[in-house]
């Protein structure tokens, strides 16, 4: 499928299809929300009339939208002649289903807070022979260094939104291709809402889906899109993903030297060192689990529409080392207040040299091993390496996950 898929009269033939009255009832309704301070302006759009872009309705209303109903809201609210300089940690426009999401936010403690900024600039957009754009330190870095954050340009639910029963007759590659349709337009609607800089910023990114039947600004979310945390806690079980503007050019690596986490609060992605990073090296994030062995990766990655060269899936032995880390936590599962704790915490630091020395820090076994040599200089009477691990650990943990462990002596 092309680039241009929503010009051919294939798409035009499936739109006008879907267009049809009765088929799209459901879909035809589009429910449009904005933040207000805990207030709700709630608007349906209609599609069949352009010229009234949404009809105000009343707070009680948005209750009565099901949780499958496609909302669009703008984060924090904005006036519709809004400018950058009035908000220079910028919007998020986003589709959520229901309208649960949109409270937990607006609950959220400090929401809207100010996304964090690092100390100094950190890091530069460069071309790379071979990954097109990437960000490269342009200083030293350690473990939990913040690089940068950032509000996401979208967030979106991850699976599209869609209404199957209007497919009703259709083969399975005509459902797929007139669902990415339907979905397409859905996502004009949502960009129209952007300021300008925002709109360009979105669909200046990278598309690695032009010939599968994405349209286009499908094909720049399908490809620059990051999983959230955002509705694990809502209850409505529909999982959300995030495009920006910066962290949306950073390159994967399967020995990835920072990492992201969202804050709802600030309602931003931070992105962290997880191990030193030397001035001029690229900076690379995991697209996928890192936990898994290469072929599983490769597979992963498959929708990104590149062979990932990093140097765990170029080395032949690389699978064996992560078998054996693992292998490695399982003494420690039996350690006990009894154990022999020079050899723990012998075994340990031997194990997060070797991880290091890998690159591996973002594995969890890292921080089980840390665990370890602390729990066991603590029984050693060693207080230097135990204030060293508690250290290591909480870092870790706020580079990872973004919160400080509470410590217990041992
Ligand atoms: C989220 S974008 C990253 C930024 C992108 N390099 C750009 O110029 O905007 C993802 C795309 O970057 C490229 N990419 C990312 N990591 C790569 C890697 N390890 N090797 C080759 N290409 C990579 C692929 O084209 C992928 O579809």
């Known amino acids: 499928m092309k680039h241009g898929f ?30 207000h301070s805990g207030n709700m302006k709630t608007a349906f759009l209609e599609e069949q009339n352009p ?41 998020t426009e986003c589709i959520f289903l229901g309208p649960k999401l949109k409270h937990v936010i607006l609950d959220t403690p400090n929401f809207p807070s100010q996304v964090p900024i690092p100390p100094t600039t950190r890091c530069r957009l460069e071309t790379t022979p071979t990954m097109g754009l990437g960000f490269f330190a342009t200083s030293d870095m350690k473990m939990n260094d913040l690089i940068f954050a ?31 349709a339907e979905y ?19 669909m200046a990114l990278a598309n690695s889906h032009t010939e599968d039947g994405s349209g286009p600004i499908h094909g720049v979310l399908r490809t620059n899109a990051f999983a959230t945390s955002l509705g694990k806690d809502d209850g409505s079980g529909v999982s959300y993903s995030a495009v920006f503007d910066k962290l949306s050019r950073v390159n994967h690596s399967c020995v990835p030297n920072a990492v992201t986490k969202f804050d709802l609060a600030s309602f931003s992605s931070s992105m962290c060192a997880i191990r030193e990073i030397k001035t001029g090296e690229q900076i ?10 290469t072929a599983a990766r490769q597979r992963e990655l498959k929708p990104y529409g590149f062979e990932c060269s990093c140097r765990r899936c170029t080395d032949p032995e690389s699978d064996g080392l992560h078998q054996r880390i693992i292998k490695s936590m399982g003494p420690l ?10 050899a723990v915490f012998a075994e340990s630091v031997k194990w997060m040299k070797t991880i290091e020395a890998a690159g591996l820090q973002i594995l969890h076994s890292y921080e ?16 230097e390496d135990y204030l060293r691990y508690i250290q290591m650990r909480s870092e870790w943990n706020e580079a990872m996950h973004g919160k400080l462990l509470e410590h217990t002596m041992l």
């Open 333 to 342: 599962n039996y350690y006990t207040p009894t154990s022999d704790h020079a």
């Open 284 to 293: 690379f994030i995991a697209y996928c689990d890192t936990g898994a062995s």
């Open 51 to 91: 010229e009234i872009p949404y009809v105000e309705q009343d707070e009680m209303r948005i209750n009565d939208i099901s949780d499958n109903a496609p909302i669009f809201v703008t984060i924090p609210s904005k006036t519709l002649t809004a400018t950058l300089a009035e908000c220079p940690d910028n919007w």
């Open 150 to 180: 950032e509000r996401p340009l979208v967030v979106k639910p991850q699976a599209p939104p869609m209404q199957t029963s209007i497919f009703v007759g259709m083969s399975a590659e005509q459902q797929r291709l007139a669902m990415m």
């Open 368 to 383: 089980t091993h840390i665990c370890a040599a602390m729990m066991a200089s603590s029984k050693l009477g060693k207080m």
């Open 184 to 202: 397409e337009k859905v996502l004009e609607f949502m960009i129209k809402r952007m300021i300008p800089e925002n709109r360009a910023a979105l």
């Open 6 to 35: 929503l010009n051919t009269k294939k798409a035009a033939r499936w739109m006008d299809h879907c267009a049809q009255p009765g088929l799209t009832e459901a879909s035809s309704q589009v429910v449009q929300t904005k933040v």
